[in-house]
């Protein structure tokens, strides 16, 4: 009887040690399917951190790095952007009362001219296009000033010379004699520039020096008249990274550091949108700036609308309305300038302009942009519809005198 139980204690037993062992060879081979599971652990000798930061470096640092797009952007350009201060010196206006002769018997004549004057201080920014000193910025920044103070961001400051203004671009060029070892914002393009780019723009609003702010490019061609400001010639770039008074002249980048457009236009009831010139567009002007010291801005002298079926059937169904109107896509003239281009031609107030040249025109922004384009006394074949009538007419462009 004891033999058979021995019997099946061995078996037992070999059964276990045979589980063991089949064990061990799965735990064997596992190690040699994951090696990296079986290399020991790196040896960090004294001082030496470099292993186990590269351990610990996230998929998204080992991408990117450890410096942000946005730092390498800025590094490449900050120094070429400037400070710029103004200032200009204006007299209060002579009360009437003191122009009265009764009066001035008892007080003379050089009373009225003793009247205080008042120091205007302004702030924007620019930034540096050419190693000789010439300096982008807005029109509206150094407009009228008496004086133009350019600071570098290393600290050393210059006086400027306003070398030309465009108030229809509102754009300016200003020239600081330093040497030619000054540092050159690079010029990118604004033509390939799409919505959903990043932009940051750099500058010193509200006088707080060398600020960078981040955002994407919101729209494109976003017109000066859409902005609310009528009296400029331009498709700006919309952004929605923070600009703010002071922050006008300076550049907005994309990623890689380049200059794509001048900012320069915040709207007070809005948050968070700011509007830019487009680059391609700034780098002519200033070229012409450089050169001439102004720009020659063709036009007809029209007040528009731009004009749809719909708007048009509102305005008819009206009975106060003074007019009728074609209900048909064009621009409707509003105003014609006396002795202006379009005067000349015979264009009337109540015309509904169709084409130029031949080329369909179906928006206001639109015909501005064919006059623009045009040259200085260039005949535009303009084919209008008064009433139920359309006539051809031709006018010849004149250069626009004040952009007021």
Known sequence: MRFPKLSRSLRQLTTHVLAIALGVVLAVSTLQVLPSQAEPAPTITPGDTSNLIAQRQSPATAAIGTTSFVTAAVNRVGSAVVRIDTERTITRRVDPFMEDPFFRRFFGDGFSQQMPSEQLRGLGSGFIIDKSGLVLTNAHVVDKADKVTVRLKDGRTFEGKVQGIDEVTDLAVVKINAGNDLPVAPLGSSTNVQVGDWAIAVGNPLGFDNTVTLGIVSTLKRSSAQVGISDKRLDFIQTDAAINPGNSGGPLLNGLGEVIGIN?????????????????????????????????????????????????????????????????????????????????????????????????????????????????????????????????????????????
């Open 264 to 404: 320069t236009a915040i709207r007070p009831d809005a948050m968070g949108i700011g509007f830019a010139i487009p680059i391609d567009k700034a780098k002519a002007i200033a070229a012409q700036l450089q050169r001439d010291g102004k720009v020659a801005h063709p036009y007809l002298g029209v007040q528009m609308l731009t004009l749809t079926p719909d708007l048009a059937k509102q305005n008819n169904t009206d009975p106060n309305s003074p007019i009728q109107i074609p209900e048909i896509n064009g621009v409707f003239v509003m105003r014609v300038v006396p002795n202006s281009p379009a005067a000349s031609a015979g264009i009337r107030r109540g015309d509904v302009i169709l084409q130029v040249d031949g080329k369909a025109i179906t928006s206001a922004e639109q015909l501005q942009n064919v006059v623009e384009d045009s040259r200085l006394g260039q005949v535009l074949q303009v084919k209008v519809q008064r009433g139920n009538q359309t006539q051809q007419l031709s006018v010849r462009t004149a250069e626009l005198q004040n952009a007021s």
